[in-house]
């Protein structure tokens, strides 16, 4: 990691212009109000978020946990149940959490459609419509879950997503509903007054008036959206931080992360690397000690080194090219892996302090 780190040490000048190994850079920037963190599943996301909404609670008047991912990790992070609406975090009066899946979300959107008693049929076809058209089910319940957290007055909400892929497609949601409720436009602009027929045989009534309020509905969504999608890609207001482990899979996925959400136009500036083993030793350091005083130690002993010392240097290795592809431009934060789980708010909030002031790999 010293070597590494020692290509950016050239000189003063250069040492200035380098991004800081910490996250305080999201902390600073007050005007955030939407912080993803991602990445491979089982790097350490839900234990980031957490340490990041503590952090963020020090200067922001209210602060939202969320879980996107249907395996939710909050409650067993902070010790304590937490449910679908905001529950305090027990030691923190700024700070709360939730847990939410899109898929119930989406149950009960298309319940409520259901049970609406209205004659025009309108509710009906919204029905038939958020069923057949490809990916709309889900990009509809997460407009809704971003319909019901904007209503909550957080000043930022941090949400701990799901595995990569998952995420991505949760990123992608605003663009394919706006494509979606296009084409649905267009039908509306070629084929006239058809829709409001097809909804009339659902439920009866005008098929005028009908034909109006279902696109008085669509076109609401659709401004949900357009405002989801235009506040997504505003570095002011969003930002992406990834988190992975110096591992091959970790990193390349890392990298793939990365490069879909410059796709999609969403900043993304910080890079957490966790379970990292001593990271401030060097692997070639430990080797020499190893080779010194190795012969000294019981066989036990011996194999444990050899273990703990392959595994440093492959870390060292995955480190190295975490920094050559990132360290000009991105924060790249390097969390040790420690003796024990962080697990409740006292070890988070230990844990937390790392995020903003790491250990120093200089000593």
């Known amino acids: 990691i010293l070597n590494c780190l020692s290509q950016y040490k050239m000189s003063d000048d250069l040492d200035l212009d380098l991004p800081e190994p910490s996250l305080k850079n999201i902390i600073d920037q007050t005007s955030l109000q939407w912080v993803f ?53 027990t030691g923190f009066d700024n700070l709360s959490a939730m847990e939410i899946d899109a898929n119930d979300d989406m149950e009960e959107m298309q319940r409520e459609l259901e049970e609406t008693t209205d004659d025009s049929g309108i509710s009906t076809l919204m029905a038939e419509l958020t069923s057949s058209i490809p990916g709309i089910d889900e990009a509809m319940s997460f407009s809704e879950l971003m319909k019901q957290v904007q209503q909550l007055d957080f000043d930022v909400v941090v949400f701990d997503t799901a595995p990569t892929g998952h995420t991505l497609r949760l990123l992608s949601f605003p663009t394919i509903l706006e494509k979606a409720l296009g084409k649905v436009m267009d039908l509306k602009d070629r084929f006239g007054g058809v829709i409001g027929q097809a909804s009339a045989m659902f439920g009866g009534g005008n098929p005028g008036e009908i034909q109006d309020q279902l696109m008085g509905r669509l076109e609401e969504t659709r401004e949900i959206i357009n405002k989801v999608n235009d506040a997504f890609q505003d570095p002011a207001l969003t930002t992406f931080c990834c988190v992975c482990i110096p591992e091959f899979l970790s990193i390349y996925e890392t990298e793939r992360l990365v490069q879909e959400l410059s796709k999609f136009g969403i900043d993304s500036h910080n890079i957490v690397v966790n379970q990292v083993l001593f990271p401030e030793k ?47 431009d ?11 789980e962080v697990r409740g708010v006292p070890k988070l909030k230990e844990f937390s302090e790392l995020l903003v002031d790491p250990v120093d790999l200089e000593e």
Not at 334 to 340: A, E, N, R
Request: neutral net charge; charged residues 25%.
């Open 330 to 340: 991105f924060h790249v934060v390097l969390m040790p892996l420690l003796d024990h």
């Open 37 to 89: 963190v991602g990445g491979k599943g089982g790097v350490g996301k839900t234990t980031t978020s957490c340490c990041l909404g503590i952090q963020l609670a020090k200067t922001r008047k209210k602060v939202l946990l969320v879980s996107t991912d249907p395996a939710h990790n909050l409650s067993d992070a902070f010790c304590q149940k937490i449910g679908r609406e905001p529950t305090p975090i």
């Open 282 to 328: 060097d692997a070639e350091e430990l080797a020499e000690w190893y080779a010194e005083h190795g012969s000294a130690l019981p066989k036990e002993a011996r194999e444990i080194c050899g273990k703990m010392l392959a595994r440093k240097k492959m870390q060292d290795k995955y480190i190295g090219q975490c920094f050559d592809l990132y360290g000009d």
